[in-house]
């Protein structure tokens, strides 16, 4: 008896040295925060008699997490897991009434109210695609009025998501002179100089398997440029390529260039009337979770884009021939944020037109394709997933090009299905492969 009053008392003295329980604290901690967050909200009946409940049921909860603190015993670290895992699920018909509400403020325009929901500090609340939609384009008729530090930070991710997708494409740049002696940096696209009598010409490789638009900025002193050069060049996969020619005159001479790349090529002509392939197994249909000029992401540069929804380790195929110049397949991570840029997996296919097509958010080791390897329209290449900055499991498809300005640019693409051409596909519409 004296043994399991010392117990009591152990428990009592950690309850108030720590705030939440460790046991399952990734699961707990965010349920029992969130009940600090929605008790500060008035709302309907309905959502009141829920949350009491809800309330209540947390109350005995952190308690008994507490006690399996100190005891580990199974049985009761068991029953805990249980007991939060029904709590989850009450926490999601809150937030499933809050985002119903929410949709109400948005019909009633309501924005006062509108701004106190989203403002609420809960990450799901707005994580459906389809709700955050709505949210984003009612704000956006409405910040001139007030604006939200919750609904400012969405907005911005969707730049960074339309950054991020485009990852593959990082412009870079170098510094080159022939005033230092100091070693160059290693680089993938590589400035030779070849002086015969006066003359020096100035070439550059493309390593890389992929072709590059480049800019440069050139820096002369006593030196005469050709006439005949362009600032903005492309340079083709494995190419060396004249950029210009320099007249040398007498006296003390030096150059310099900053030049500067990105993959693609700037005048890459699309053929239109091409057919692509849906990029899934022959006979299979998904659902097209944002087609092109999405509400959510596919603006600006990733007007073209298509999102198809689908489970983890869909087989993906080629939707165009072409040869595989870059892939990534080493990452796990994924969220909705920019500080998963880095991590999507993916495929980088060149055509025969100079446009390029990406396969993007693909699984750990979800690439069957080889860079250099020539691919047939078809073809496995790889393993959906949901990696980099990713809101959940989905295919990003695009194709594009360089432009003159070192960015890309999507291009409207069409689609072959069982059910005929495709040339805009349809948000929650299903699409056969054919």
Not at 90 to 114: A, N, S
């Amino acid at each position: 008896m004296l043994r399991f009053g010392f117990l009591i008392f152990c428990v009592f003295l950690f309850v108030d040295a720590q705030q939440y329980p460790k046991t399952f604290q990734t699961l707990a901690t965010p349920l029992y925060k969130s009940c600090e967050h929605l008790q500060e909200i008035s709302s309907s009946n309905e959502f009141y008699t829920s949350f009491q409940t809800y309330k209540s049921q947390l109350q005995t909860l952190k308690h008994l997490g507490f006690e399996v603190d100190v005891t580990k015993d199974k049985k009761l670290r068991k029953e805990y897991l249980y007991k939060l895992r029904l709590a989850q699920k009450k926490y999601e018909y809150l937030l499933h009434l809050l985002r119903e509400e929410i949709i109400d403020t948005i019909k009633k325009k309501d924005y006062g109210r509108f701004l106190l929901l989203v403002e609420l500090p809960l990450d799901e609340l707005l994580e459906k695609r389809v709700i955050k939609e709505k949210a984003l384009t009612f704000y956006k008729q409405n910040r001139s009025k007030q604006k939200s530090r919750v609904m400012e930070a969405k907005l911005e991710d969707i730049v960074s998501l339309q950054n991020a997708q485009e990852i593959f494409t990082e412009v870079k740049e170098v510094a080159y002179t022939s005033d230092t002696t100091q070693k160059q940096p290693s680089t993938t696209v590589t400035l030779q100089t070849k002086r015969k009598g006066r003359e020096l010409f100035v070439t550059f490789t493309n390593h890389n398997s992929y072709d590059i638009t480049l800019e440069v900025m050139p820096r002369y002193t006593n030196v005469t440029e050709s006439s005949q050069t362009q600032r903005i060049i492309v340079v083709h996969a494995k190419e060396t390529k004249l950029y210009t020619t320099l007249s040398l005159k007498k006296g003390k001479i030096s150059y310099g260039y900053r030049y500067r790349w990105i993959m693609g090529n700037k005048d890459a002509k699309h053929q239109d009337d091409y057919l692509y392939r849906l990029p899934y197994k022959k006979g299979s249909a998904y659902m097209v979770s944002q087609g092109f000029n999405g509400t959510s992401t596919h603006k600006g540069r990733s007007r073209y884009a298509v999102d198809f929804s689908m489970p983890e380790s869909t087989q993906i195929y080629a939707a165009r021939e072409g040869v595989v110049v870059k892939t990534k397949a080493d990452s796990t991570q994924h969220g909705f944020s920019k500080r998963f840029a880095s991590f999507g997996n993916f495929i980088t296919i060149q055509h025969d037109d100079g446009t390029m097509a990406t396969y993007y958010h693909l699984k750990k080791n979800g690439v069957v394709v080889s860079v250099g390897s020539l691919v047939k329209r078809g073809e496995l290449i790889g393993y959906s997933g949901n990696t980099g900055y990713s809101s959940g499991p989905h295919l990003h498809f695009a194709v594009f090009k360089a432009t003159e300005k070192l960015t890309t640019q999507s291009l409207p693409i069409k689609f072959i299905s069982a059910r005929g051409v495709i040339t805009n596909p349809i948000t929650r519409m299903k699409y056969r492969a054919k």
